[in-house]
Each structure stands twice: as C-alpha cells, then as structure tokens.
C-alpha cells in the first residue's frame, strides 16, 4: 500500500466542465449557485466549441522551466501536444440530463482530451450508458453521502441511495470503470467507516473523499457542517487506508498542512479551469460564489477579466495558508494565544492518495 501528497500536476490541466445548471436533485450542500452560474443549458454546437478552446492548450509554464522552454518553442508540435493534454469532466447540475451529452463525450474523445469523467448523482437519464461505450470514457463517477439510505437520502433527497446503487451496478456491469465521491460534513461524518463494508464488492476503482465547502447552499444555512481538525484527523486517514485495503484507489483533501509542510495556491502553479454556462471560469473552486473569475468565454474566446479578481487572491501570503478559506470558511482556523494560527489551511485541491 503506497500514500503519497499528489502534487499539483504541472504537465496536464483540468477542465471542470459544467454543460448545465439544471439538476433533477436538490442537495443540502449543492454548491451550484444560480445567481453566479447561470441557468443555461449549453447546445451541443456551443460545447464543442468550447472544448476546443481547452484541447491542447499549451500547459502554463508556471514554476515550470522545462514547460517554459516547450511553450517558447511551439514548432515542435510533438513537445507542445504532450505537454498540453487536458483532463475533462463533464458535471451539472446533472450532466445526464443534457440530452446531447454523449455527443459531448465523443467530442472530448476525438480532440483527444487525456481523460474523459461524468460525475452523475446516479439517475444517468437519457440512457448515457446505452449511447457511449466504456471505451469512450476513463470514469463515471457517482455521488453517495452516507453509507445508509437514511442519511444519504436525508442531504440528497428521497430515494437517491436506490438510484445511485442502482446506477453503479448498471455501469459496472456494462463494464464502465466507476468512481465514488463522498462528501464529509458534519451529517454523515459518522457513516464513512461503514463505507468500506457497503464498497468493498460494488466494483468501483476509486473512492475520493471529499471537505464539505461553504459555498453554494451551505454557506446560506446557519451551523457549520465542516468536520473538525480532530475528528478529521482522527478518521479519515484511517478510514481511507481500510478502504485502499480492497485494492480501490483512495484520495482525500489534506486540509490541515503539518508544519514541516510548505503552503501552495494552485491559482499560481496548476491549471485548472471552472467553467459555467454563463461564460465564468474560474481557476479556484471556493471563489465559485463571487463574481471573481479571471477567465470568461466571450464569442467563443476564452478572455481574462479586469482585476480585482481570484488571481489577485493568489498572489497574498497569510500565516493561514489559503486566503479564500480564510475569508470565507475560517471556522476552521485556531490560533494560539498570540494571534498565530496553529496549522496552515492547504489548498483545497492538495490531495493525499493511497493506493
Ligand atoms: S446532484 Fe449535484 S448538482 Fe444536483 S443538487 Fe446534488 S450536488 Fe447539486
Ligand atoms: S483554494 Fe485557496 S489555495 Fe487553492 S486555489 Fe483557491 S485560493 Fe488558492
């Protein structure tokens, strides 16, 4: 069994592509928000067009100097085109609702993205597993938030514990690789223990847990569902090493750095890009609910924005490690009685991953 820290990765980049806002759930802790993504559901002539614009795209040469050399030197088409290769996944709102949705993945698949995932709650509508094949996409990955039906069905909604389980069956026996994302909160923090035992011979290959973040709908409703450094520390680790014992890829964010660990924003040495139907795209997760993005499509060009905006962000230095978890979720800061914080925050897509 092997854990490592995943390093953000500097030779490919992540495009997190939401096609749509609409969902047919409605989760208490959806970070979807209306008001700052839009209400669109993109035509598949649009998704094409914007899949291109992140299709070998050269990779930035952010603390990077070997990029840096591939990116002056664009005539070697062989550098740039290994270097460029972006990771899609495709979300909502609920992808599968988007009735063209296979015709996206195919896209993806001939502009030769370097991976291909569908995060669905599980519904998969519009018969996605009768319209692509296993060979057209790396992952399905499905959300559960509770190991039992009660729980999940108590954040997600009436009957979704049966879709998703039903789901995940479906896809594996049509011999799709499948996922799981688990998001900790206070609600079901308890359950994920119990996950091994309900996982172990469902026939997924990676488990990904997931922090609650106080966006969306969570950061509108009174407490804080966020786990504490304690009980985080305490379980979760060891949670994800029993589960990585049946041979399923395990990730979790680090949240809390050590401090014999260096701080990083990933804003300022990876690529990643938040799109949304309305054009925003944002390069960091958490500022998703402000109109903070550095990026937007307009008539089919991707333009940064004028300051201020996240990338204004990344540049600040705090003894608290990340500045958007300070301004938004510092619940989850301690300081000791001289005003210095007892751990650093680490980027919220610092991961540790056990395999
Ligand atoms: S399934 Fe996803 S998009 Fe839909 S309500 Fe739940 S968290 Fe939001
Ligand atoms: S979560 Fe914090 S550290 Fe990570 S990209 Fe956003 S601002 Fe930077």
Same mark, same amino acid.
């Given at each position: ?104 993945? &195919?896209? =993806? /698949? ?5 991976? %291909? ?8 509508? $519009? !018969? ?109 680790? &060891?949670? =994800? /090493? ?5 041979? %399923? ?8 750095? $050590? !401090? ?96």
């Amino acid at each position: 069994m092997q854990k490592q820290t995943v390093a953000f990765s500097k030779n490919s980049s992540n495009l997190f592509f939401h096609i749509l806002t609409k969902c047919n759930l409605s989760c208490t802790h959806c970070y979807i928000n209306k008001d700052q993504h839009g209400v669109d559901t993109l035509d598949i002539g649009t998704i094409k067009k914007w899949l291109k614009l992140f299709a070998n795209r050269p990779v930035s040469d952010k603390n990077n100097p070997k990029q840096a050399l591939i990116n002056k030197n664009p005539a070697d088409k062989s550098m740039v085109n290994k270097a460029a290769q972006t990771n899609v996944i495709f979300l909502g709102g609920e992808p599968t609702l988007h009735p063209d949705l296979h015709l996206a993945v &195919k896209e =993806a /698949k001939s502009l030769g993205f370097k991976s %291909i995932t569908i995060d669905t709650n599980g519904y998969l509508f $519009n !018969n996605i597993l009768d319209k692509i094949s296993c060979d057209d996409i790396d992952y399905f990955s499905f959300s559960l938030d509770g190991a039992t039906q009660t729980t999940n069905d108590s954040i997600r909604g009436e009957g979704s514990y049966d879709k998703v389980m039903e789901g995940i069956k479906k896809a594996v026996a049509k011999n799709f690789s499948c996922s799981m994302i688990y998001t900790v909160s206070e609600k079901n923090f308890h359950e994920l223990e119990l996950m091994e035992d309900l996982i172990k011979n469902l026939g997924i290959k990676r488990f990904f847990i997931q922090v609650i973040g106080m966006r969306g709908k969570s950061s509108g409703s009174k407490g804080n569902f966020q786990v504490s450094k304690e009980n985080w520390l305490k379980t979760i680790p &060891k949670t =994800a /090493k029993k589960i990585a014992g049946h041979g %399923i890829v395990v990730t979790y964010p680090k949240v809390f750095l $050590n !401090n014999d660990e260096t701080f990083q924003c990933a804003g300022n040495v990876a690529d990643n890009f938040f799109v949304f139907p309305n054009g925003r795209v944002y390069q960091c997760p958490i500022c998703e609910d402000f109109p903070l993005h550095s990026l937007e499509i307009r008539g089919n060009k991707l333009i940064p924005t004028q300051k201020i905006n996240e990338k204004d962000l990344f540049k600040l230095t705090i003894p608290e490690g990340c500045v958007m978890n300070k301004m938004i979720q510092p619940q989850n800061l301690s300081y000791n009685k001289v005003g210095e914080p007892y751990h650093q925050i680490a980027c919220c897509m610092l991961k540790e991953e056990i395999s």
